[in-house]
């Protein structure tokens, strides 16, 4: 598959080239909710290989970008299909996949009672010095 359209940018020591088929496979993994370091290691790659992929900044072999399809739980014909426009995935903000978990308001305030601890074991003994 050949993509026509792409987009190129310039940086200061590489080029980026943002083709479709990287925008899908992006928008792919946003969509099912996988984080980029369960799906490069499925592909045997580092997470940072899989973010310059995403990137444009390296391309993949077919065989690679298949994987990622398949570990992303899409069929190759949904995926052309994604690439042709027949299937709209929508634009999902990355960070807001991957919400850490709220902490209770004990947990928040434990570190401050620790510090607190400490800071007072410290004063004492600047008092017991001098």
Do not use: C
Request: proline share 4%.
């Amino acid at each position: 598959m050949k993509n026509k359209n792409f987009e190129l940018k310039k940086r200061r020591y590489n080029t980026k080239i943002m083709t479709d088929d990287v925008i899908a496979i992006r928008k792919m993994r946003i969509f099912r909710k996988i984080s980029r370091e369960a799906a490069a290691q499925t592909v045997n790659i580092s997470p940072k290989t899989l973010e310059r992929f995403e990137h444009g900044r390296t391309t993949f072999p077919e065989e690679r970008k298949k994987a990622l399809i398949r570990r992303y739980r899409f069929t190759l014909q949904e995926y052309s299909d994604i690439l042709e426009g027949k299937i709209v995935l929508p634009d999902l903000p990355a960070r807001s996949v991957f919400n850490k978990p709220q902490k209770t308001e004990q947990e928040r305030r434990k570190y401050q009672k620790i510090i607190t601890k400490r800071v007072r074991v410290i004063r004492s003994m600047r008092k017991m010095k001098g």
